[in-house]
C-alpha cells in the first residue's frame, strides 16, 4: 500500500499544546475479478502510537455495459478477505456513476493491532441477475487524488499533544538543590558534630588500605581530629 498525499486540518477550536489531526491517503494493491475488485492494505505506514478518528475506504462505482431493460438493483458489499465476512454492505440501485464510503475504523485498528490478520478486503457487487454484475465496474473514487482508478483507504488520526517541560533551568537546579539537602547526612558529619576534639577511629586493613595479605591483625585502633575548629583553624 503507498501513502500518496498526507495532511493536517485545523479548524481553529484546537486548545493549549494540542496538535491538528492528520488525515493520510493510501493508495493499496488492486486486484479486479469479474463483480468486484480485491484491494491489498498495509497498515503499517499508520502511527500505532496516535489514535485513530477516522478511517474510511471509498470506491466509485460506474456502469460500463449497456443499461439494462429493467431498473438494477443490488448491493455493493465490503468483505474482510481474513474470514470472509461481510463488514459493510451498500445498496445500489439505476445506472450511472456515483462514489461509495466503507467506514472501516474498527478493521483498520484490528490490522495495527494485529498485522496477521490484515489480508485487504474483497469489494463486490451482489444482485439477483448475474449479467446485471458484469455491466458495473468499480473503480476508485475520483473525489480523492487517486491515481490508476483503484481503491483509496482514508485514515484521519489524532496525534498525542506534546509535553512540554514547565520547569526553567534556573528553578530545576533549585529543586535539584532542595533535594541534595534532603539526602541522609554521612554517619562521620554526624558524630563529627560539636568542637574540634580528637576523635576514636577504626582502621580495618582490608577495607581502608586494602591490604590483603594482612592476616592478623585485621584492624587497629587509633584516633582522628573531628569537630568544629576554632579560628585560625576555620575548617573541620
Not at 500505532?48 to 471509498?58: Q, S
Not at 445500489?92 to 490490522?111: E, M, T
Not at 590483603?212 to 582522628?224: G, H, L, N, T
Request: a positive charge; proline letters at 8%.
Amino acid at each position: 500500500m503507498e501513502m500518496f498525499q498526507s495532511s493536517t486540518e485545523d479548524d481553529g477550536t484546537l486548545k493549549d499544546n494540542a496538535r491538528p489531526g492528520t488525515i493520510h491517503y493510501f493508495i493499496g494493491q488492486a486486484i479486479p475479478v469479474y463483480n468486484g475488485v480485491f484491494f491489498n492494505l498495509d497498515a503499517s505506514d499508520i502511527d500505532i502510537d496516535d489514535p485513530i478518528l477516522l478511517a474510511e475506504i471509498r470506491v466509485m462505482v460506474e456502469r460500463i455495459g449497456p443499461q439494462p431493460p429493467l431498473p438494477w438493483n443490488g448491493n455493493l458489499v465490503l468483505f474482510d478477505r481474513f474470514n470472509q465476512r461481510p463488514v459493510q454492505s451498500v445498496m445500489i440501485q439505476g445506472g450511472g456513476a456515483r462514489s461509495v464510503v466503507f467506514p472501516v475504523r474498527p478493521l483498520v485498528k484490528r490490522w495495527i493491532n494485529s498485522p496477521r490478520l490484515n489480508r485487504g478486503v474483497h469489494i463486490g457487487l451482489q444482485s439477483n441477475q448475474p449479467e446485471d454484475e458484469l455491466s458495473l465496474k468499480v473503480m476508485v473514487d475520483s473525489t480523492g487524488s487517486a491515481r490508476d482508478y483503484k481503491p483509496l483507504l482514508v485514515v484521519k488520526t489524532q496525534s498525542k499533544p506534546q509535553k512540554i517541560d514547565t520547569l526553567l533551568p534556573w528553578t530545576s537546579h533549585i529543586q535539584w538543590a532542595h533535594l541534595q539537602k534532603r539526602k541522609s547526612r554521612h554517619y562521620r558529619a554526624i558524630r563529627d558534630e560539636g568542637t574540634c576534639s580528637r576523635r576514636p577511629m577504626r582502621v580495618e586493613f582490608g577495607k581502608t588500605m586494602r591490604w590483603k595479605d594482612v592476616i592478623v591483625p585485621k584492624f587497629y585502633e587509633a584516633y582522628r581530629c573531628g569537630g568544629e575548629c576554632k579560628f585560625p583553624l576555620d575548617r573541620r
